[in-house]
């Protein structure tokens, strides 16, 4: 089976490709990049709407963006990894609230 990382947290053995690379790879054999990219974001809108409901929960949001971020334990930066099944749906697997940006 194709395995492709677009992070640095991958095997020695795995090759790392560029977003370009797999929308080229999904084009090119039949599926829609853009519809498989609006799936992601997809997930990835439902990931923010549930820390929204969880402020809401805690009694609504401040006007200070920082002070809410902090108060939702929300870090600046954000690591969501997605699996991709024979299919070419994506799975959200994980959402990383502090993910390693340095190469591994």
């Known amino acids: ?18 977003l370009q690379y797999l929308a080229d790879y ?3 054999n039949g599926h ?14 439902s990931v ?3 820390y929204s409901e969880c402020a ?9 963006a920082e002070h809410r971020r902090q108060s939702l334990g929300i870090p600046k930066i954000m690591g969501l990894d997605f699996v991709v099944d024979s299919n070419i749906q994506p ?13 591994r």
Do not use: A
Request: proline share 5%.
């Open 1 to 18: 089976p194709k395995q492709h990382m677009t992070n640095s947290g991958r095997d020695v053995d795995m090759e790392q490709h560029s």
């Open 32 to 45: 829609s990049y853009d519809d498989f990219w609006k799936r992601i974001e997809d997930s990835i809108e």
């Open 91 to 103: 799975w959200l697997v994980e959402v990383n609230r502090f993910p390693g940006l340095e190469p």
């Open 56 to 64: 809401n929960q805690q009694g609504g949001l401040s006007s200070d």
């Open 26 to 28: 999904l084009n090119k």
């Open 48 to 50: 923010f709407h549930c």
